[in-house]
């Protein structure tokens, strides 16, 4: 529907004076071709019927001002003409967005996917066909029947205003915050390891993200997550459906637009190559390593300063000698209080320990601990508390596997002084089994064995 973009616009130009009005016809008119009642049997015809839903939209604005004038200049309004939208109006169209996002959540993958790319994110045949890895006309097929069964489920919600979906979608939440709201059970059901639940969240959560490249962006990075906190045996039965879930997802947000993104926080452009670093690190996750090299690639030629992701893929791909070379240069590269610096510090530390080289490790760790300590890194004193914390019990285990208990006591008693629920996690650590019946050990932690956690950005949950 894009390529026809400069004609419509032309065309309610030269019948709308304004040009903010005409640019808000013209948006109403693309969402009323993407959740339109009316129907487009022929793919040959969509100029004219773009147009003829553009037609409607002039006529509705004018109604709309006829409306104003009589309220506002005491000029008589047509008997005839609709009241505007009430509350009521808009909780019925909160509820039929809803339908929609259900029913579209509910068709069968493929159909599901085609509604996405083709009906919500208005891409072209061959763009579609692309991202979904299919021919064309399978693609043109699939959205024919995906319209045939939205409009038999959907027959009763068809009369909703489009202008009060239009003012829902503009009022209401973001499409960001839709997903993200729709993915808050993610965690949950990994420390359930309901594995297959968490796949089909993830697969249906692009319904919720529409046209929004951050919002399928972010569900790229959700499938990075799942590969990486997945436990047990059965964890990889739903690793490849997250793979191509992740990649389509991913190659969707860059069709759509990566660039021009703020952040939420500074206001300013998020640079593309923090994109792309994403991306590495989701092939890198997936265990593709060849694919995260080709990205870490195309992130060096989007400028980015730093090869962080190209060294921690190193690190994934097992190649702990050459990463640990490039960590040690991006540590030298960040200022003594950049995240970055101990973010290298710490993967060092994690690649001598992969070597068998805890002793070597434990020069990283206490570097770490002691810029924490020292306040150089987290200015919040909660985020300073946290990460401390974490440190002083990752310090406790390593003295724990050299056989220190001195030291190893010393670090585990501030770690649980900052958080006692590193009391429950050091009695399930099997680092500490040699040590879990020793005095010391139980007055600290008390005895038996204690409940594991999981942690994220919730903070730290315990396992069912």
């Known amino acids: 529907m894009t390529e026809h973009y400069p004609y419509l616009y032309g065309y309610i130009a030269s019948r709308i004076s304004s040009l903010a009005d005409t640019e808000d016809i013209l948006q109403e008119t693309y969402l009323a071709a993407i959740v339109s009642r009316t129907t487009l049997s022929d793919e040959t015809k969509i100029k004219a019927w773009l147009r003829g839903i553009a037609d409607n939209k002039i006529k509705q604005y004018y109604r709309r001002q006829a409306i104003y004038r009589a309220r506002h200049t005491g000029e008589e309004a047509d008997e005839e003409l609709p009241s505007p939208d009430t509350s009521a109006d808009r909780m019925t169209a909160e509820t039929a967005l809803a339908r929609l996002h259900e029913e579209v959540s509910r068709l069968p993958e493929d159909f599901r996917n085609c509604a996405v790319v083709s009906l919500m994110c208005g891409l072209s045949g061959a763009d579609a066909a692309e991202i979904l890895n299919v021919p064309v006309q399978t693609v043109y097929n699939r959205v024919h029947k995906t319209k045939q069964i939205l409009r038999e489920r959907l027959e009763d919600i068809m009369d909703i205003s489009l202008e009060t979906f239009a003012a829902l979608l503009d009022d209401g939440k973001s499409k960001t915050e839709r997903t993200c709201e729709y993915l808050r059970t993610f965690y949950a059901l990994n420390d359930a390891q309901k594995y297959d639940d968490m796949a089909v969240l993830l697969m249906t959560a692009p319904v919720f993200a529409s046209d929004c490249p951050m919002a399928h962006y972010i569900i790229m990075q959700y499938c990075t997550m799942a590969v990486r906190i997945m436990r047990g045996p059965n964890a990889g039965t739903v690793k490849p459906a997250l793979k191509r879930l992740g990649e389509s997802e991913f190659r969707l947000a860059e069709k759509l637009g990566l660039a021009g993104i703020l952040d939420d ?159 429950d996690w050091a009695r399930a650590q099997g680092a500490f089994a040699k040590y879990r019946d020793t005095e010391e050990f139980v007055k600290l932690c008390g005895g038996g064995e204690g409940k594991q956690y999981s942690i994220h950005a919730g903070g730290y949950h315990e396992f069912e």
């Open 265 to 423: 926080d500074t206001g300013e452009e998020i640079p593309e190559y923090q994109f792309y670093e994403s991306f590495a690190d989701f092939y890198s996750a997936m265990g593709d390593h060849e694919a995260a090299f080709a990205v870490c690639e195309k992130v060096r030629e989007l400028g980015c300063p730093r090869e962080m992701q190209y060294a921690m893929t190193l690190q994934d791909a097992g190649q702990y000698e050459e990463a640990m070379e490039v960590f040690k240069r991006e540590a030298e590269r960040a200022g003594e209080t950049s995240p970055d610096r101990y973010m290298a510090y710490n993967r060092i530390y994690c690649c001598l320990r992969n070597l068998g080289d805890l002793r070597g490790g434990l020069e990283y760790q206490l570097k770490n601990y002691t810029a924490i300590k020292q306040g150089l890194i987290y200015a919040e004193p909660d985020a300073n508390a946290h990460f401390l914390g974490g440190e002083a019990y990752s310090l406790a285990m390593t003295y724990a596997y050299l056989d220190e208990p001195a030291d190893m006591m010393k670090y585990l008693t501030e770690a649980v002084s900052i958080n006692r629920c590193y009391r």
